[in-house]
């Protein structure tokens, strides 16, 4: 992993479901629409699930201390990310949430010449554009993990971790678990 990119401030259980999430939404493919995961402490979604936990072969308090585990929402509305994501809110039992996108990501220098309307337009057709798959989870204490996974990268195998690596996506999920 490139220096930099990890953050000492990434807690492994949300990191480790944040990358199960990024690899389950890969599995599809490239040019897949945005993805919205609610995330339940599995200890107390299996105590609260007997039956799940039964059909599981698992125990509530056999889990790991921190366990997250990702559901699946229905599609989100073909509408702006900002305004269907304003739209959300989450009941108590739900710890956080994770949003996996496809994104294009510019080299900084391209920030120069961006012009004042129509940059998305731009941006899809500059010549130094990486596609990228980005993925971020926050938890309703404010934690949150990233990925970010370059389209056309050897194998795509590479996956750059953070827990800065899109401050705003962050800040707009949190909103979501703290709407009342």
């Known amino acids: 992993m490139p220096s930099g990119w990890e953050d000492a401030d990434v807690t492994e259980p ?3 479901t944040l990358v199960e999430i990024e ?4 599995q599809a493919g490239w040019d897949q629409p945005p993805q919205l995961f609610a995330l339940a402490e599995t200890a107390d979604l299996l105590a609260r699930e007997p039956a799940l936990a039964a059909s599981l072969g698992m125990i509530a308090n056999g889990v790991p201390a921190g366990a997250l585990t990702p559901v699946e929402q229905d599609p989100l509305p073909d509408a702006p990310l900002d305004e269907s994501l304003a739209q959300i809110g989450w009941p108590p039992e739900v710890a956080g949430c994770a949003l996996v996108q496809e994104v294009v990501m510019l080299p900084p220098d391209a920030e120069d010449a961006m012009p004042q309307s129509d940059v998305l337009t731009w941006a899809a057709d ?3 554009r990486r596609d990228a798959r980005l993925a971020v989870a ?3 204490d404010g934690t949150r993990a990233c990925t970010v996974r370059l ?3 050897p194998e795509e195998a590479e996956l750059l971790v953070g827990a800065d690596l899109a401050p705003n996506l962050a800040a707009a999920l ?3 678990l703290t709407a009342s």
């Open 23 to 26: 690899r389950h939404v890969g």
């Open 151 to 153: 389209r056309g990268a």
């Open 14 to 16: 949300l990191q480790d």
């Open 138 to 140: 926050v938890l309703r």
């Open 126 to 128: 500059h010549p130094d």
């Open 174 to 176: 949190l909103a979501t």
